[in-house]
T-cell receptor, first 112, second 112 residues
Framework: GAGVSQSPSNKVTEKGKDVELRCDPI?????LYWYRQSLGQGLEFLIY????????KSGLPSDRFSAERTGGSVSTLTIQRTQQEDSAVYLC??????????FGEGSRLTVL | QKEVEQNSGPLSVPEGAIASLNCTYS??????FFWYRQYSGKSPELIMS????GDKEDGRFTAQLNKASQYVSLLIRDSQPSDSATYLC????????????FGRGTSLIVHP
């Protein structure tokens, strides 16, 4: 497909487990962003990748959160020892022009 | 901290009317401004970008930018029930940052 692809679309896990969320950006887009959105809330920036540069991790809420981007394409967001407050929709977006983001459909994480 | 402010709404307008959505931002030297539409349960979708003072029209949508007053607005003419969604304003800061700051969005309801 031509859009941003995210998987899984839904993930239910138990408190304390680790989860991995995957994002496959639009081909040719060098910028990749992770945001999260809690129910009824705005978008919270998590991390930004641009090409081969070091990522901007300034939005990660704790050291339980990490992300990598392999080969300048696919990205994985990992949350270790999940907590109930981690429950949210995790949105990935890619961009060719700064600010013009194309979002995937999101991964809905529920931590029981 | 750079902020983007929007009235959370809901803004309720009758079908066929003009819906006016407003956004203010704190970073005086911001350069790029964007409007995203987010339907309930879906991810945000870019609908307009504006970079210069004045108006930019695209179909039924008009974005207006006033940098001196630090506000950007979105007008939707001939509003339709299908326009009912949350509209997010995003601002790209100056300098080397490519991370847009999002407002929390305004909920628009267009009733028949």
């Amino acid at each position: 497909g031509a859009g941003v692809s995210q998987s899984p679309s839904n993930k239910v896990t138990e408190k304390g487990k680790d989860v991995e969320l995957r994002c496959d950006p639009i081909s040719g887009h060098t910028a990749l962003y992770w945001y999260r959105q809690s129910l009824g809330q705005g978008l919270e920036f998590l991390i930004y990748f641009q090409g081969n540069s070091a990522p901007d991790k300034s939005g990660l809420p704790s050291d339980r959160f990490s992300a990598e981007r392999t080969g300048g394409s696919v990205s994985t967001l990992t949350i270790q020892r999940t907590q109930q407050e981690d429950s949210a929709v995790y949105l990935c977006a890619s961009s060719e022009l700064a600010g013009e983001l194309f979002f995937g459909e999101g991964s809905r994480l529920t931590v029981l | 901290q750079k902020e983007v402010e929007q009235n959370s709404g809901p803004l309720s307008v009758p079908e066929g009317a003009i819906a006016s959505l407003n956004c203010t931002y704190s970073d005086r030297v911001s350069q790029s401004f964007f409007w995203y539409r987010q339907y309930s349960g879906k991810s945000p979708e870019l609908i307009m970008s504006i970079y210069s003072n004045g108006d930019k029209e695209d179909g039924r949508f008009t974005a207006q930018l006033n940098k001196a007053s630090q506000y950007v607005s979105l007008l939707i003419r001939d509003s339709q029930p299908s326009d009912s969604a949350t509209y997010l304003c995003a601002v790209k800061p100056t300098g080397g940052s490519y991370i847009p700051t999002f407002g929390r969005g305004t909920s628009l309801i267009v009733h028949p």
